[in-house]
């Protein structure tokens, strides 16, 4: 693949920055609900609380949108991240309710789109497990049936029955989701939020947040918010701050890059005939997934731990493309001579668990880590409940299942400078593996 003429940017390839960015807090100010956060999960909390009579005040360090939610793969996935197969050996009892989460998550979103009626470009044609190896496919039969026994639904298939591309094994297509335009997404979502009663003050970040009595405080460079409750929604950044439940998360660093326009006739050639995109069945998955531009975005196969507070503004380097591009070329052979056009990155939050968490500090703070790379429908979803629980009292069976009855969270084992690095070989070692294999098992068919 060409990568000579790639244009490296620090917000999205989906959409540009809106020009109408709000004004920042000037002053001091009182209200019901405080929440700290623009992306998916803080405006839909913001925007639930608001149409339930909420006196709602929204924060956003740069404007609504800014972080992960405008800058995903724009997958609406139905089933949980991380890997099945380690989550039910560790987790058995949390299996369940993960996976009822994912599947309303993905519903909860597609009615978002509706109820707001957002132009995102979505395609519900479900998101594929997608086998680059025989290997792969075992795997995917094992995590398809655990999702089974879970309650899950995911059809099992050859490329052709599943209508992915043919240099694929096969794979599992998820029973509900699909493929969007994530920056036309949050910019209808953030259209919807300025549009209700909930106050929204952008290039705001909050620099402190504090406990005072009754009320909880949040500092900013020119004013203050006191709220009688808080909802911490600010994804990677949430470390920032004494509050945070120590080990809560880990920052991770992952990219996207777009190809040129490329051919219809090119890609009707590919068998791609679901569009459903792909994940891989890596530990570290590569994503694949068509654009009605009629380019492929694609991404993630390498993880970068964020080191210190406050996270870099950051654009991919020319490496982490090039790597990218050498994926793409052996998953897409007959497209090796594309260019990428665009290259993307942003920070997402992983638990050390896998597991989406959501939990409480003392009465009156709330936070939600829906993520783990899963988070565009999750975050949302979670945001929701947590502000149904803020003005009902009680929590929905959804937010029980991902509910950390305490704050106290374990270190990260795998998450590690070291661990990481050996997840990424173990993956390239396996496609080592794989791929002379099917060169053996091609020269056998040929003798
Ligand atoms: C490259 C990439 C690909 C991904 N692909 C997918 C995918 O295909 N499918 C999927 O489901 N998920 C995917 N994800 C994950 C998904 O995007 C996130 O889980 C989800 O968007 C999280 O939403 P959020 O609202 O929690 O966080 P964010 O969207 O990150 O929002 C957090 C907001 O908080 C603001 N903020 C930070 N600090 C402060 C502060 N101190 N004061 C005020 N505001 C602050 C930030 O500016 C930001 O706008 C991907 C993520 C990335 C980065």
């Known amino acids: 693949m060409n990568i000579d003429n790639v244009t490296y940017s620090t917000f999205t390839g ?3 920055p809106p020009t109408d960015v709000r004004p920042s807090l000037d002053g001091d100010l009182t209200c019901d609900v405080a929440v700290i956060g623009g992306g998916m999960g803080g405006m839909a909390t913001a925007l639930r609380l608001a149409e339930r009579g909420q006196d709602v005040v929204l924060l956003e360090a740069e404007f609504c949108g800014y972080g992960a939610s405008s800058r995903n793969g724009g997958q609406i996935a139905s089933v949980p991240g991380g890997d099945l197969r380690l989550l ?6 949390k299996v369940p309710g993960m996976v009822r989460v994912a599947e309303n998550s993905a519903r909860f979103t597609e009615g978002l789109i509706k109820t707001h009626d957002i132009d995102c470009d979505y395609e519900p044609n479900g998101l594929a497990f997608a086998a680059v190896s025989h290997g792969q496919m075992l795997r995917t039969r094992t995590i398809a049936a655990i999702l089974r026994r879970a309650g899950g639904r995911g059809t099992v298939g050859t490329s052709e029955e599943l209508g992915i591309p043919r240099s694929f094994v096969g794979g599992m297509r998820e029973a509900v989701g ?3 335009n994530p920056g036309k997404l949050s910019r209808g979502v953030r259209r919807a939020l300025l549009a209700s009663s909930a106050q929204v003050y952008e290039q705001t970040k909050v620099t402190d947040v504090t406990r005072n009595g009754s009320k909880v405080v949040l500092s900013t460079p020119r004013g203050t918010v006191r709220a009688d409750k808080a909802v911490l929604a600010t994804n990677a950044h949430s470390g920032e701050w004494e509050i945070t439940p120590k080990r809560l ?16 006739e090119r890609i009707a050639a590919l068998g791609w005939s679901s569009r459903s995109g792909m994940i891989t069945q890596h530990q570290v998955m590569e994503h694949y997934r068509l654009t009605p531009r009629n380019t492929i975005v694609f991404g993630i196969r390498r993880i970068e731990r964020g080191q210190t507070y406050p996270l870099p503004t950051k654009a991919p380097d ?3 493309v090039e790597e990218l591009a050498g994926a793409f070329a052996t998953r897409f052979p007959t497209l090796a001579d594309v260019a990428v056009e665009r290259a993307w990155g942003g920070w997402i939050a992983m638990t050390s668990s896998f597991l989406s968490i959501a939990g409480q500090i003392e009465d009156n703070v ?14 949302p979803y979670v945001g929701s409940l947590i502000a149904d629980l803020i003005v009902d009292g009680s929590r929905h069976e959804d937010l029980d299942s991902i509910w950390a009855k305490e704050p106290k969270f374990p270190p990260f084992a795998m998450l590690g400078p070291l661990g990481l690095r050996t997840v990424w070989a173990v993956d390239r070692l396996t496609d080592m593996f794989n791929g002379s294999r099917r060169r053996a098992l091609r020269a056998a068919r040929m003798r």
């Open 14 to 16: 989906w959409i540009d």
């Open 88 to 93: 039910s050996l560790f987790y058995p009892k």
């Open 178 to 180: 699909g493929a969007l």
């Open 249 to 264: 998360s880990v920052p991770m660093w992952i990219i996207e890059v777009e190809t040129e326009p490329i051919a219809p």
């Open 318 to 320: 020319r490496g982490t």
């Open 366 to 379: 709330y936070y939600s880590i829906a993520c783990n790379g899963h988070g565009l429908a999750q975050a």
